[in-house]
């Protein structure tokens, strides 16, 4: 079965290679807002719309424009594919996926290009990455791509580093797992309670780093705009941030490939994420949990492991019932209340157990 996989790497280009890099950034911007604006404009004053084919043939003009010709020192397969992405923007918007596409800058969170593989113009060649018009670049491999290489996908984060991600096709080749069940109720003091009992404390990365986060945007806001200072400033805000995320990352990879290998079925909620960070009392502490990510890790690395993912109704009343006799308590719909005796078998729960307990019979569909 073929599957396809990603694979990153930290780049290390040299000074003309980070040149190259950060022009064909700007060109692909260039090139999504022109079109962006011209498609916009072709909509409002003369009711046409174009696609993406059409879009490439007025690029290939475009490029040959005196007032152009600087878009032909960038990658030309990355200026394709910057307009396919805007397309794809497009077709997420008319079909409710997404807001009407917005025009790119260069101050953007994500910089970010991709480029096609075309006669093996994208391959490893020992400790280097040989990438269209960048050449060999530099780069610390850490694990060889088994498959064909179909693209790859060229990043710069704000703190100026540089990353490439290789999208490969390749067989799948399923890891094994020991071979348990277990349901998975998510929280905010403790990150996951399963049904075997084990608690996982939650990290609370955001809080661990917010006094330096803070201190550090302190100091941004008092930089005057267009200062050097404030352009250093705001790398070290940018490191802090980079911290955080880097943190968090690692917690999620490390219990969601722990899990995936040790269970044969896990049993999940369906949250509504979205929906629950509309409270602005927890807002900032459900966002710094990321269950979205860690259910969404879950599910890939479940299937490279054979691991079957089950998630469970989201109006499920998982801490209100009673995992013994399947009486529905309605005093536990209080956060407040962490342990309860079941009026009518007379058991004793911990709430997020006995809600983790739920969560797996009906996973196993047995409740």
Same mark, same amino acid.
């Given at each position: 079965? %073929?599957?396809?996989?990603?694979? %990153?790497?930290?780049?290390?280009?040299?000074? !003309?290679?980070?040149?190259?890099?950060?022009?064909?950034?700007?060109?692909?911007?260039?090139? +999504?807002?022109?079109?962006? /604006?011209?498609? &916009?404009? @072709?909509?409002?004053?003369?009711?046409?719309?174009?696609?993406?084919?059409?879009?490439?043939?007025?690029?290939?003009?475009? *490029?040959? $424009?005196?007032?152009?010709?600087?878009?032909?020192? /960038? $990658?030309?397969?990355?200026?394709?594919?910057?307009?396919?992405?805007? =397309?794809? /923007?497009?077709?997420?918007?008319?079909?409710?996926?997404?807001?009407?596409?917005?025009? %790119?800058?260069?101050?953007?969170?994500?910089?970010? +290009?991709?480029?096609?593989?075309?006669?093996?113009?994208?391959?490893?060649?020992?400790?280097?990455?040989?990438?269209?018009?960048?050449?060999?670049?530099?780069?610390?491999? &850490?694990?060889?791509?088994?498959?064909?290489?179909?693209? @790859?996908? !060229?990043?710069?984060?704000?703190?100026?580093?540089?990353?490439?991600?290789?999208?490969?096709?390749?067989?799948?080749?399923?890891?094994?797992?020991?071979?348990?069940?277990?349901?998975?109720? !998510?929280?905010?003091?403790?990150? +996951?309670?399963?049904?075997?009992?084990?608690?996982? =404390?939650?990290?609370?990365?955001?809080?661990?780093? #917010?006094?330096?986060?803070?201190?550090?945007?302190?100091?941004?806001?008092?930089?005057?705009?267009?200062?050097?200072?404030?352009?250093?400033?705001?790398? *070290?805000?940018?490191? !802090?941030?980079?911290?955080?995320?880097?943190?968090?990352?690692?917690?999620?990879? *490390?219990? &969601?490939?722990?899990?995936?290998?040790?269970?044969?079925?896990?049993?999940?909620? &369906?949250?509504?994420?979205?929906?629950?960070?509309?409270?602005?009392?927890?807002?900032?502490?459900?966002?710094?949990?990321?269950?979205?990510?860690?259910?969404?890790?879950? #599910?890939?690395?479940?299937?490279?492991?054979?691991?079957?993912?089950?998630?469970? =109704?989201?109006?499920?009343?998982?801490?209100?019932?009673?995992?013994?006799?399947?009486?529905?308590?309605?005093?536990? *719909?209080?956060?407040?209340?962490?342990?309860?005796?079941?009026?009518?078998?007379?058991?004793?729960? $911990?709430? =997020?157990?006995?809600?983790?307990?739920?969560?797996?019979?009906?996973?196993?569909?047995?409740?």
């Amino acid at each position: 079965m %073929k599957i396809t996989k990603g694979y %990153k790497y930290r780049i290390y280009p040299n000074a !003309v290679q980070t040149e190259q890099i950060s022009r064909t950034l700007g060109c692909c911007r260039y090139v +999504y807002n022109h079109f962006l /604006a011209a498609r &916009s404009d @072709a909509w409002k004053f003369r009711k046409e719309s174009f696609s993406y084919v059409q879009s490439a043939r007025r690029l290939t003009s475009l *490029k040959s $424009d005196p007032e152009h010709l600087w878009l032909a020192s /960038a $990658d030309s397969m990355a200026l394709q594919e910057s307009l396919r992405n805007l =397309d794809r /923007a497009f077709q997420n918007f008319f079909e409710k996926r997404g807001r009407y596409p917005r025009f %790119k800058n260069k101050h953007n969170h994500h910089q970010s +290009y991709r480029t096609r593989n075309q006669s093996n113009n994208i391959r490893i060649e020992g400790d280097r990455i040989v990438l269209p018009k960048l050449g060999a670049v530099k780069a610390k491999i &850490s694990r060889l791509p088994s498959g064909r290489i179909l693209n @790859a996908t !060229v990043s710069k984060t704000p703190t100026g580093k540089c990353f490439v991600s290789l999208c490969v096709e390749e067989e799948l080749v399923t890891k094994p797992n020991a071979g348990g069940v277990t349901g998975i109720d !998510v929280g905010l003091s403790e990150f +996951y309670t399963d049904s075997n009992g084990s608690i996982v =404390d939650n990290p609370r990365t955001l809080r661990k780093y #917010e006094r330096k986060l803070r201190r550090e945007q302190r100091r941004l806001s008092r930089k005057q705009n267009g200062s050097a200072n404030r352009a250093k400033q705001r790398i *070290k805000v940018a490191v !802090v941030h980079e911290k955080i995320y880097n943190v968090r990352t690692d917690f999620l990879h *490390k219990e &969601s490939t722990r899990l995936v290998s040790e269970n044969q079925v896990i049993a999940i909620e &369906s949250l509504n994420v979205k929906g629950m960070v509309r409270n602005h009392h927890l807002a900032k502490t459900i966002s710094d949990v990321s269950w979205g990510r860690f259910f969404s890790m879950l #599910e890939y690395k479940g299937f490279e492991y054979g691991c079957e993912i089950r998630r469970i =109704d989201t109006f499920y009343p998982s801490s209100q019932t009673c995992s013994c006799c399947g009486f529905k308590n309605p005093i536990v *719909k209080k956060l407040s209340v962490r342990e309860w005796v079941c009026p009518q078998c007379g058991a004793h729960h $911990d709430r =997020d157990a006995n809600a983790a307990m739920n969560i797996l019979n009906r996973g196993l569909g047995s409740a």
